[in-house]
């Protein structure tokens, strides 16, 4: 059975990003559905899958790899600001951020260090905070 099934996709396009998203897009409508009963959500659903599904069994590996790649390319600045509350969120375990206050630049103070008198590296003004 396995082999069958690595030979039916052999060739093929499967699975990337855009499809991926697609796909829980529309378990997303699929469950807005069923909490609202509206059929619009259910057939738009349906649709998307059928499509991601065109997508995945698709032949034309480039012109799918050519349609993930404009995706990407359109959500990178989404997938960036994910990335950066993320390693924010991972640095607040361990450090204080302070804004200066004459240039508002972004400083990181460990913690736990007490009072500490802290000199902002871009206009190198002094200022005192707890860490």
């Not at 990178?76 to 375990?93: E, G, M, P, W």
Request: hydrophobic residues 40%.
């Amino acid at each position: 059975m396995r082999d069958r099934m690595i030979q039916f996709m052999r060739g093929r396009y499967g699975s990337d990003e855009l499809g991926r998203v697609t796909m829980w897009v529309s378990l997303i409508l699929l469950i807005v559905y069923a909490f609202t009963g509206v059929k619009a959500l259910a057939v738009i659903a349906i649709l998307v899958i059928i499509v991601t599904d065109f997508r995945i069994l698709s032949r034309n590996i480039a012109r799918r790899s050519e349609e993930n790649r404009w995706f990407l390319k359109h959500t990178a600045f989404i997938s960036k600001k994910l990335h950066l509350v993320k390693q924010d969120a991972q640095d607040r375990r361990h450090y204080h951020i302070y804004r200066c206050p004459n240039c508002r630049q972004k400083i990181r103070i460990p913690k736990g260090k007490g009072r500490i008198e802290i000199t902002c590296p871009r206009c190198h003004i002094e200022f005192i905070k707890k860490s």
